[in-house]
């Protein structure tokens, strides 16, 4: 897999602001998947890789 160069070129703050958008559509994405709404299981994958992608960069910065 291909290392994400945009995540790097980000600040500290709008990594922050990007992982709360993200985990808000997460919860939203779960929700209609719960309910039937949402037919497609590997966005929900995608999604969640993302959000560690974005916790990990966070992490790395912060040390």
Known sequence: MKKDTT???L???N??????????FYQKIIFDHTFGLKKNPIEIRFLRKNIA???TELNIRKK
């Open 11 to 13: 600040t500290i703050e």
């Open 53 to 55: 992608q974005l916790k």
């Open 7 to 9: 995540l790097k070129k």
């Open 15 to 24: 990594i922050q602001d990007y992982l709360i958008k993200k985990k808000n």
